[in-house]
């Protein structure tokens, strides 16, 4: 991107994006540390388990939104050895089971969306890849990290797939290559350089932050692909079309700027 697009970008993300989306940019162009009440908005919605609610259930601590805020907090250059990041990761790990997997409680079985519906193969793989990314890539739980990359090795088929939603593959494949398992994650890679096209911005974003954070190298096929598409779905007005409507559009294009920064391509 040239320094007109960015700025393009940038404006949209200043014009309609929230306090918390506006305090991310500024992490992510200038290393400005979030604003306090930022900070304290992310301390006073997480509870004392060390989980965050998600919207489907109020009173209830769930992985998946946990590693969501995670996600957040991280992109606003909060502290990965902060007592936040410490208190969430040991959450995600009493949670883990003995197998090495995730899953959300049976109680909310009826109110959990399909990515998070406890007993299902792919919500349960998916909700592995996503804590033991967050295991993994922070550092503070390595065991968790370890345990989850050898629950989804169990699961990866010859061609690289995983019964699982697309966003399980760059999940895992992140996790398998910062723990080492390179065949693995090569596998995954090869897969997922295949279905670049079927992707929208937002996932194809996610997935090259995803891959650079676990290791994957900037050069790898799958990146390429991925940030190669992401680049041809930029609106020229500035912004990255959401698939989950124009008030997402601010967080997709961030995402978008984060993985063009991972990869040395933003201006």
Known sequence: MNQSEVNAAVAYVNERGTAVERARLR??????????DVREQFERN????????PPWAADYSSVDATCF??????????DRRSPLFI???????????ADGYWEEEADVAEAAPPWAEPGDTSA???LTANCGFWAAVTGLVPTAARDAA???????RADGELPSFLQTHWLAAALWQQRGLVDEAAKTLGYLAAQVGDLSAGNLAWMVVALREGGVPAADAAVVAALDRLLELRDPAGPWPSDEGIENSVHVTI???KALQLCGRLA
């Open 150 to 156: 050898a629950y989804l090795s169990y699961h990866l």
């Open 124 to 126: 349960r793989l998916y």
């Open 69 to 78: 805020q995670l996600a957040q907090a991280d992109q606003l250059g909060l």
């Open 255 to 257: 995402e978008a700027l």
């Open 87 to 97: 208190d969430a990761v040991r959450f995600l790990a009493e949670r883990q089971r």
């Open 27 to 36: 992490y992510l162009l200038h290393g400005e540390s979030a604003p306090t």
């Open 46 to 53: 997480q509870r004392g388990d060390g989980g965050w609610s």
